[in-house]
């Protein structure tokens, strides 16, 4: 069965400095991995995904996250924060032949300007 | 609307209560998911819905949770006799189900708040 671990579920950071989400995962199979932002009373909306090919994947909102199978990370990263990235994120897993979405328990994330 | 659509988007209940909560998934998505955030958590998967295909209900809690869909439309998830412990915010989500299995993006609705006293 996959899992998804998101160490510290408070993240803050400043105004221009890099947004840094760690994303661990456990899959028997090789793993479809989802990163989600969930902005106060809204639903989740997806960042990026990766399925198969280019291990670094762009998103929106200037993020992107690598693959990294030997390390069975996903990490999320963006250079320059903004106030406007204040949310939720969460990360996701999925494996061939199995639809649903399992999901690490999400970091609140504090841009202080 | 374009996006899946909750209602409501929030519902007070008493414990023992029955609720009843509703999905418009976004048209010509085949795929319906329902998910359950409690408070510091995750998402938890409760069921899926693929076409015409059986559900996999496999995440429902407990047997006092169910849910319907009618074709590829509106999903409706009941909760019986309601304790504290259901209290929950309660998301759908739609996609397309081309994908053999894995890796379809699923859109999200906002989700409804269901506070049980």
């Known amino acids: 069965a996959q899992s998804v671990t998101q160490l510290g579920s408070h993240v803050s950071v400043s105004e221009g400095a890099l947004v840094l989400l760690r994303c661990n995962y456990s899959?028997?199979?090789?793993?479809?991995l989802f990163w989600y932002v969930q902005y106060p009373n809204q639903g989740l909306q997806l960042l990026l995904k990766?399925?198969?090919?280019?291990?670094l994947v762009k998103g929106i909102n200037g993020f992107e996250a690598e693959f990294k199978k030997s390390e069975t990370s996903f990490h999320l990263t963006k250079p320059s924060a903004h106030m406007s990235d204040a949310a939720e994120y969460f990360c996701?897993?999925?494996?061939?032949?199995?639809?649903?979405?399992?999901f690490g328990k999400g970091n609140q994330v504090v841009v202080i300007p | 609307g374009a996006g899946v659509s909750q209602s409501p988007s929030n519902k007070v209940t008493e414990k023992g209560k029955d609720v009843e909560l509703r999905c418009d998934p976004i048209?010509?998505?085949?795929?319906l998911y329902w998910y359950r955030q409690r408070l510091g958590q995750g998402l938890e998967f409760l069921i899926y819905?693929?076409?015409?295909?059986?559900?996999?209900k496999s995440g429902l809690p407990s047997d006092r949770f169910s849910a319907e869909r009618t074709g590829e439309s509106v999903s409706t998830l009941t909760i019986q006799r309601t304790q504290q412990e259901d209290s929950a915010v309660y998301l759908c989500?739609?996609?397309?189900?081309?994908?053999?299995?894995?890796?379809?993006?699923?859109?999200f609705g906002a989700g409804t708040r269901l506070s049980v006293l």
């Open positions: 989500a739609s996609s397309f189900g081309g994908l053999a299995g894995g890796g379809n993006i699923q859109y």
């Open positions: 899959s028997s199979v090789p793993p479809y």
């Open positions: 990766y399925t198969t090919g280019a291990t």
């Open positions: 996701a897993v999925s494996e061939k032949g199995n639809n649903r979405l399992a």
């Open positions: 048209s010509g998505h085949t795929a």
């Open positions: 819905f693929q076409g015409n295909s059986a559900p996999d």
